[in-house]
T-cell receptor, first 114, second 115 residues
Framework: NAGVTQTPKFQVLKTGQSMTLQCAQD?????MYWYRQDPGMGLRLIYY???????DKGEVPNGYNVSRLNKREFSLRLESAAPSQTSVYFC?????????????FGPGTRLTVT | AQSVTQPDIHITVSEGASLELRCNYS??????LFWYVQSPGQGLQLLLK??????LVQGIKGFEAEFKRSQSSFNLRKPSVHWSDAAEYFC?????????????FGAGTILRVKS
């Protein structure tokens, strides 16, 4: 099992450019999440998908959109990148039964917007 | 709203010394509690979790944590730190039942280990 995979690992964008961060999980989890990590601020939830076909805003959704493509994949899109979106982005997934609160994290995407 | 406080931004301990990382939460009921570890350049890995029952929980890599309801705390401990424990540690909480099973994370504590 690969767990949670993310692409790309690194990306540099110019202000105003767009890009999509990809995330996939092979654990048959229902819920998926996108976080950003900034120094001294921990992880902040951008968007989440409680189950296939649903998406909801988290704490810091402005400037982002998401798509839950199927049960495995959850993408994050920046339509017009801004320097304030320079961050490390993590995707995570969790089951919804049993130990459903455990979130499993991908390796992260380090994004720089110049 | 839930919140998590990790009072120490950085902690430095000597290899072989004991460690305690603090975590306090604010929530109306007893939440589910977690500690995650992040090595440099890596994603987060679950160390341990508390749902209910015994308030002292054991995790991986020799870590343990104690839930104290009266203090709204869930502090992480290790009796003897190894150089490989140098990493950032995050405490997280989640309500027992919630749509989407969302977690709230603390700001993290960076652990440095000196030889």
């Amino acid at each position: 099992n690969a767990g949670v995979t993310q692409t790309p690992k690194f990306q540099v964008l110019k202000t105003g450019q767009s890009m999509t961060l990809q995330c996939a999980q092979d654990m048959n989890h229902n819920s998926m999440y996108w976080y950003r990590q900034d120094p001294g601020m921990g992880l902040r939830l951008i968007y989440y998908s409680a189950s296939e076909g649903t998406t909801d805003k988290g704490e810091v959704p402005n400037g982002y959109n998401v798509s839950r493509l199927n049960k495995r994949e959850f993408s994050l899109r920046l339509e017009s990148a801004a320097p304030s979106q320079t961050s490390v982005y993590f995707c995570a997934s969790s089951a919804t039964e049993g130990s459903y609160y455990e979130q499993y994290f991908g390796p992260g995407t380090r994004l720089t917007v110049t | 709203a839930q919140s998590v406080t990790q009072p120490d931004i950085h902690i430095t301990v000597s290899e072989g010394a004991s460690l305690e990382l603090r975590c306090n939460y604010s929530y109306g009921a007893t939440p589910y509690l977690f500690w995650y570890v992040q090595s440099p350049g890596q994603g987060l890995q679950l160390l341990l979790k508390y749902f209910s029952g015994d308030t002292l929980v054991q995790g991986i890599k020799g870590f343990e944590a104690e839930f104290k309801r009266s203090q709204s705390s869930f502090n992480l401990r290790k009796p003897s730190v190894h150089w490989s424990d140098a990493a950032e540690y995050f405490c997280a909480v989640g309500p027992p039942v919630s749509y989407g099973n969302k977690l709230v994370f603390g700001a993290g504590t960076i652990l440095r280990v000196k030889s």
